[in-house]
T-cell receptor, first 115, second 112 residues
Framework: GAVVSQHPSWVICKSGTSVKIECRSLDFQATTMFWYRQFPKQSLMLMAT?????????EQGVEKDKFLINHASLTLSTLTVTSAHPEDSSFYIC???????????FGQGTRLTVV | GESVGLHLPTLSVQEGDNSIINCAYSNSASDYFIWYKQESGKGPQFIIDIRSNMDKRQGQRVTVLLNKTVKHLSLQIAATQPGDSAVYFC???????????FGQGTRLTINP
């Protein structure tokens, strides 16, 4: 497997504020990072894909100016939810991809609650 | 394509029985499949994978079966234990594509 650390595990913020979620690959270099969102009782939905040092590619319907992704190093990527609203409340999960393998490993997830 | 579920199908089994969780996929170009286990409040945990050139693969207490003709995938868990309670997702990956597409998931509950 792979060791992935995602932080924080949960966060509550006020509407209109921004929240940053960090994802670290601790024992491998993540050339690609996937960010997913999961609403209650639903499956994982891919939000965006980022390659180290490049701009992220966002899935249809995901606002790139609202969900800012930084993947400046091979071991760290961040997702910032800007001007959060209650409808952004969800479970956010990162998945760093290791070169040469197709198996995906996931962070522990971050429960975001916007009040 | 992408799968979005409004509710999770549930499978209830007796402790000690075998569990079979099914998944249908739609992309005939998918050539790699993974089963994940997700416990409440946690990220998905890799269980087992299979490539399209195989129709069966076994792990510890788990077996994955792939039927490409009908685009069907199943996960069999032998001697189900209380710790197996979770939501199970299948995921597919097409040749050359890095991203995974997830199925809707199945909640497995264990009856004592």
């Amino acid at each position: 497997g792979a060791v992935v650390s995602q932080h924080p595990s949960w966060v509550i913020c006020k509407s209109g504020t921004s929240v940053k979620i960090e994802c670290r690959s601790l024992d491998f270099q993540a050339t690609t990072m996937f960010w997913y969102r999961q609403f209650p009782k639903q499956s994982l939905m891919l939000m965006a894909t980022s390659n180290e040092g490049s701009k992220a590619t966002y899935e249809q319907g995901v606002e790139k100016d609202k969900f800012l992704i930084n993947h400046a190093s091979l071991t760290l990527s961040t997702l910032t939810v800007t001007s959060a609203h209650p409808e952004d409340s969800s479970f956010y999960i990162c998945s760093p991809s290791r070169a040469g393998t197709r198996a995906a490993f996931f962070g522990q997830g971050t429960r975001l609650t916007v009040v | 394509g992408e799968s979005v579920g409004l509710h999770l199908p549930t499978l209830s089994v007796q402790e000690g029985d075998n569990s079979i969780i099914n998944c249908a996929y739609s992309n005939s170009a998918s050539d790699y499949f993974i089963w994940y286990k997700q416990e409440s409040g946690k990220g998905p945990q890799f269980i087992i994978d299979i490539r399209s050139n195989m129709d069966k693969r076994q792990g510890q207490r788990v077996t994955v079966l792939l039927n490409k003709t009908v685009k069907h995938l199943s996960l069999q868990i032998a001697a189900t234990q209380p710790g197996d309670s979770a939501v199970y997702f299948c995921a597919e990956n097409g040749q050359g594509a890095q991203k995974l597409v997830f199925g809707q998931g199945t909640r497995l509950t264990i009856n004592p």
